[in-house]
């Protein structure tokens, strides 16, 4: 009953309820225009000036989560502090904006039906026909205004996934559209994204599915006041008052985003086509500083693209064909590299691809090697191979989650000579599993976000490697995992030089694992790359980058010698 409350509250926005701006991002004649980096780019330039700002994501799909997604199908899962398995944009937002998201961030059709049929048989409608308008869109808004609620942020930006027209797509629209009128003039603003296509017979840019796009959004009720419009070429002033007229925005407000050499150019990319104070002036934001302060970012970049050092590094996993599922993997490389003044060139491989006889061929010209986290047999035998040769050829290593997984198996097959030794995730009726799932993950059946997942603490041994990149003993550290390390094994690990870096202090479970004879073995049960950012670049994968350019140095000097 009191989130019916708070939908009341929603139709009485008026009366100073809502504290924050909000800012809509909806997208359209085609997906993949890179809502979420615009959305980000423009939180940052409005972060700069000194405005808190938060972003979410409305999904139109009807899984309550992507948790249960197959990699293949939305790119990678990122987990939040509070264990919400979410949209890869949230990644985006807190690698920009450098502040966590939460379960609020992340909302989908599955989500808001979820909540409304429980409402439903909770009798909360009692006699009421329960209707798309308003029941789903009242949840809808209910769940748009719940951040601004908090009193925490200045400006709210909700980015409306899939595309305008899209079936899905139509009542987060018709939220919109509620919600302009609900909420006070001039604390609103929707920003439409549309694509400018180049075409070559024609030798020119296209700007009628623009045109169709914003009629679209029109139809739905909803005018924008901004377009970005993603283009291959500069867009010609006349262009540019041509889309203005047809699409009724001013013309300044026709803003050119061009495809970029990095997605961290396009808040100043932003910047320079006045994106930030288009909004400003149309949201009558007051009190932030005259121009956003964006020198640490700058100073990023310029070490990202004057690099002074060169490594390449292997990612191996099994779902390398869509570079989307590692996304957090790749991004904390880009900022590990420029922290270090160093490109990472990184190659992927095929987990499957990789066997006993190929491996050394395949892997000879690395610097270092991480294989990456991931679910299931298929390709495991691949990791364990890639990690014998890692380990044997003092090559710096770095597991992340099954990764780490697949060192511990790797070890106690190759090092402690238990052969069966394997994962009950891959053998359920293992002899030897180094690697077992937890007592309480037996007793569930559920699949929907019931792994451990979300932030825990660990506790880092002195001297460790893990200690010294972290410069501290206790950490927190997000976790998206059913299987853990068996402890019945320590023991024989650590005596044998495979040492317990890092231990959950209430549980015991292990976190981290290190070689002690090898210049940078390092493993961690948890997922180091979800809180990488562009300000706090994550210290294993800084360390790891430190590893691989002292080993090529190294190997470079032993050819001259
Ligand atoms: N499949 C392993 C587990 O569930 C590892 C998961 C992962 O790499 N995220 O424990």
Redesign the pocket.
Known sequence: MSDLKVNFAVHKTNSKLVASKFIFVTGGVTSSLGKGIISASLAKLLQARGFSVTIQKFDPYINIDPGTLNPYEHGECFVTDDGAETDLDLGHYERFLNIPTSQANNVTTGKIYNHVITQERQGAYLGKTVQVVPHITDEIKRRMLLLGQTGEFDVVITEIGGCVGDIESLPFIESVRQLRWELPPNDSLVIHLTLLPYLKAAGELKTKPTQHSVKALSEAGVNPDILVCRSEYPIPSEMRKKIALFCNVQVNSVIESLDAETIYDVPLLMKKEKLDERVIKKLKLTGGAQDPDLDSWKEFLGRLKNPTEEVTIGLIGKYVELPDAYKSIIEAFIHAGAQNECKVKLKTFHAELIDKETVASQLQNLDGILV?????QRGFEGKIQTICYARENNIPFFG??????AAAIEFARNVLNIKDAT?T?MEPEAKNPV?D?MADQKEITQMGGT??LGSYTCELKKGSKAFSAYGKNKITER??????FNNKYLQAFEENGMIASGINPETGLVEVIELQNHPWFVAA?Y?PELKSTVQNPHPLFVKFIKAAIQYTKTKKNSLVL
Request: net charge positive.
């Open positions: 990456a986290p991931g679910f299931g992340i989650c099954l990764g780490m997984q994962s995730e690697i799932m792994m451990r976790h998206r995992h059913r299987y853990e049960q997922h």
